[in-house]
């Protein structure tokens, strides 16, 4: 059904590699009551010291502006190292 589907953001957080450190961001997803649809990870440059890091991209329902959402965004900024909200980009298609 057109116009009816439920909306969506993507972010990219920069985690530094730990024990449980994805665990430790997705339970905020669940305290602040957020679908999640799809996560995708990648190995992302050593900091400066050293450490290694981790790209996760997570997709979500729910939309900027929305009390929860924007809930969820603060504290994801707050222990990301780095942190993007995606816009979501309509693609031209070429037949």
Same mark, same amino acid.
Do not use: H, Y
């Given at each position: 059904i057109p116009g009816s589907e439920t909306p969506r953001t993507s972010v990219l957080m920069e985690l530094t590699d730990s024990v449980g450190v994805l665990h430790d961001v997705l339970k905020y997803f669940w305290k602040y009551d957020v679908n999640v649809s799809r996560i995708e990870s990648r190995p992302a440059m050593p900091d400066e010291m050293g450490r290694r890091r981790f790209d996760f991209f997570v997709d979500f329902? #729910? #939309?900027?502006?929305?009390?929860?959402?924007?809930?969820?965004?603060?504290?994801?900024?707050? !222990?990301?190292? !780095?942190?993007?909200?995606?816009?979501? !980009?309509?693609?031209?298609?070429?037949?």
């Open positions: 329902e #729910g #939309g900027v502006g929305e009390a929860n959402v924007d809930a969820l965004l603060a504290m994801l900024r707050e !222990k990301s190292e !780095k942190f993007l909200i995606l816009d979501e !980009k309509e693609v031209q298609w070429f037949p």
